[in-house]
């Protein structure tokens, strides 16, 4: 079955910094993988969306990057903020479809000022 | 959470009770999502619907039903609810080519 792997341990950084998160992935090769953020009693926020043809986005401060033969993500906040700590998701369409999004467990992060 | 609203928020039953939680979208959209989120396990979809009265299942659908008799609401109903369906419930909503719209979630646990 599709597994998605996130860091369980939380990522502690400095502010400024740039902080980079992984997700792997085995045994699909999904057409989308999504990133989305979690703060405490919230709902996940939608933040990018990648699809297997694109090897980079970019968003304001955000990179995210999609290696089909290695099945990772990397998402990289730079000039981190201690407003962006919370949890992130990545998410991909498993066999199901778009309609069947797998989520990874998460990696928490957590910037110091 | 724009244009989409779970209630209760949070809930304590008993165990063998029946349970609806309800999901309410202002905006129309065809694709809303039923997902229960417990710790190392993230998000894992239990129904979702394509339309009204048009519904199928995902990964962790035993003892879940849902309906949809109108495109604003989907509802989850647990039948009998058990210790092990304590979890916070999550909708979505699917918003044209990009990412899903979470709703607050809902605590509910089960005693």
């Known amino acids: 079955s599709q597994k998605i792997e996130q860091n369980s341990e939380a990522l502690n950084i400095q502010e400024g910094k740039t902080a980079t998160l992984t997700c792997n992935y085995t045994n699909y090769s999904p057409a989308y993988l999504q990133w989305y953020r979690q703060d405490p009693g919230r709902g996940p926020v939608f933040l990018l969306l990648i699809r297997e043809n694109e090897k980079e986005k970019r968003k304001e401060r955000l990179k995210v990057t999609f290696d089909t033969t290695l099945k990772q993500s990397l998402f990289h906040i730079t000039a981190s903020q201690p407003a962006d700590s919370a949890t992130y998701l990545c998410a991909l369409d498993g066999s199901g479809g778009y309609n069947k999004l797998i989520f990874g467990a998460g990696t928490r992060l957590a910037v110091h000022p | 959470d724009a244009g989409i609203t779970q209630s209760p928020r949070h809930k304590v039953t008993e165990t063998g009770t029946p349970v609806t939680l309800r999901c309410h979208q202002t905006e129309n959209h065809r694709y809303m999502y039923w997902y229960r989120q417990d710790p190392g396990h993230g998000l894992r979809l239990i129904h979702y619907?394509?339309?009204?009265?048009?519904?199928d299942k995902g990964e962790v659908s035993d003892g879940y039903s849902v309906s949809r008799s109108k495109t604003e609401d989907f509802l989850l109903t647990l039948e009998s609810a058990t210790s092990s369906q304590t979890s916070v419930y999550f909708c979505?909503?699917?918003?044209?080519?990009?990412?899903?719209?979470f709703g607050s979630g809902t605590r509910l646990t089960v005693v």
């Open positions: 619907s394509y339309g009204v009265k048009d519904t």
């Open positions: 979505a909503i699917r918003v044209g080519e990009d990412g899903y719209t």
